[in-house]
């Protein structure tokens, strides 16, 4: 992921300005970098290495995910809306 493209995610997310440790924010990174890896695993199906990194970020998402639920609700539910996680 490029430097704008990271800005433009952070900025979209961001609960005010210069936010990006939020856990938004940073489900909201990792959900790019997920695609992003997803498409060249497509592409690249033997790629072990890449392969590790995806599960490892599916998994920092995951516990941000799960604190954001644990701690406020509303926010997890609005925020996996907008990125279309869970159906």
Do not use: F, P
């Not at 210069?18 to 890896?37: C, F, M, N, P, Y």
């Not at 890449?50 to 995951?62: A, D, E, I, P, S």
Request: hydrophobic share 30%; no cysteine.
């Amino acid at each position: 992921m490029d430097v704008e493209t990271k800005a433009e995610v952070i900025k979209e997310y961001a609960l005010r300005g210069g936010d990006t440790g939020s856990s938004d924010v940073q489900v909201a990174v990792l959900t790019h970098r997920i695609k992003e890896l997803t498409e060249h695993m497509k592409a690249n199906k033997k790629d072990n290495h890449t392969r590790r990194g995806l599960q490892l970020l599916v998994q920092r998402r995951k516990k941000h995910l799960k604190y954001l639920s644990r701690t406020q609700h509303d926010r997890y539910r609005e925020l996996i809306q907008k990125l279309g996680l869970r159906r």
